[in-house]
C-alpha cells in the first residue's frame, strides 16, 4: 500500500448495492479519511448512488457513524438504505463524534417542507457566572435511542411535521461544541418552531442522558432543572 493511504472495504444493501453494481469494494484512500470522503470517493465510482445520497446512513465496523467519522485501515464502510418497515425518515442517534448539522438537515429536508427548525445545543462557557471549561456527557445509549425514538412518536402526533431528528454526543464537549441537535421538517415553520421546542424539552425530562460540568476547583453532576421542576 502507498504511504499515506489506507484500504477499507465497502459494503453496500439493498437498492444501493443494485446501483453500485456489486455488494463488496476494497476502497484505497488518502490518509486522513472519513466517511464523506469514502463516499465521495464511491459516488465517482458509481455516479447513480448521489441521487440516494439524503436518505443514506453509514455505518462503520458495525456501529452507525456520520459523516465526519474518521476511518482507519481495514475498517468496514457499511452503506445502508432506508430499512423496510422502519420509520426510516426521522433520524435518532447516539455520537462520541462532533454532530454534522449539515448532513443532518440534508437527510431529513425534501421537496414538501417549506420550514426547517433546527436546535443546536451548546457547551457555554460559565454557569451561573461560574467559569466551565468543557463538558462531559453519559448515557444508556439503547434506551436513549428509544426514548428519543417515542418523542418523535409524539412530535407526529400533535403537529403535521414532515420529519424529525435528534442526535445527542456523549463524551467530552469542548465550549461551543455542539451536545444535541434537533431538527425538524414541515410545510410550515409555526408546526415546526412548537414541535422543536416540545422535543427539546421532553429530551430534557426523559432521555437517560447525564451532564457532568468541570470547573478550575472541581466537577459536579448537572440535574435536569425542567425534570426537577
Not at 19 to 25: D, K, L, R, T
Not at 86 to 112: H, K, Y
Not at 152 to 160: A, D, I, L, M, T
Request: proline share 3%.
Amino acid at each position: 500500500m502507498a504511504e499515506g493511504k489506507i484500504k477499507i472495504t465497502v459494503l453496500l444493501f439493498g437498492q444501493a448495492r443494485e446501483m453500485a453494481g456489486g455488494q463488496s469494494i476494497t476502497l484505497e484512500l488518502d490518509h486522513p479519511a472519513t466517511v464523506a470522503s469514502a463516499f465521495n470517493a464511491i459516488k465517482s465510482l458509481h455516479p447513480k448512488l448521489a441521487a440516494m445520497e439524503r436518505s443514506l446512513m453509514f455505518a462503520v465496523n458495525e456501529e452507525y457513524a456520520s459523516l465526519s467519522h474518521a476511518l482507519s485501515d481495514g475498517d468496514n464502510l457499511a452503506i445502508l438504505p432506508p430499512v423496510s418497515g422502519g420509520q426510516s425518515e426521522d433520524i435518532f442517534e447516539i455520537t462520541r463524534e462532533p454532530i454534522d448539522i449539515a448532513s443532518l438537515r440534508a437527510r431529513l429536508l425534501e421537496g414538501s417542507s417549506g420550514a426547517v427548525v433546527i436546535f443546536d445545543g451548546v457547551a457555554r462557557n460559565n454557569t451561573r457566572g461560574r467559569p466551565t471549561l468543557y463538558l462531559e456527557y453519559e448515557g444508556y445509549t439503547e434506551m436513549a435511542i428509544k426514548t428519543m425514538e417515542q418523542i418523535g412518536r409524539e412530535v407526529h402526533e400533535q403537529w403535521p411535521i414532515n420529519r424529525v431528528g435528534i442526535i445527542h454526543r456523549l463524551g467530552r464537549i469542548e465550549i461551543t461544541e455542539s451536545s444535541v441537535v434537533i431538527c425538524v421538517t414541515s410545510a410550515h415553520r409555526r408546526v415546526a418552531f412548537e414541535a422543536c421546542q416540545y422535543a427539546i424539552n421532553r429530551l430534557k425530562k426523559i432521555v437517560p442522558i447525564w451532564k457532568k460540568e468541570y470547573f478550575e476547583d472541581g466537577a459536579v453532576w448537572v440535574e435536569n432543572e425542567e425534570a426537577r421542576g
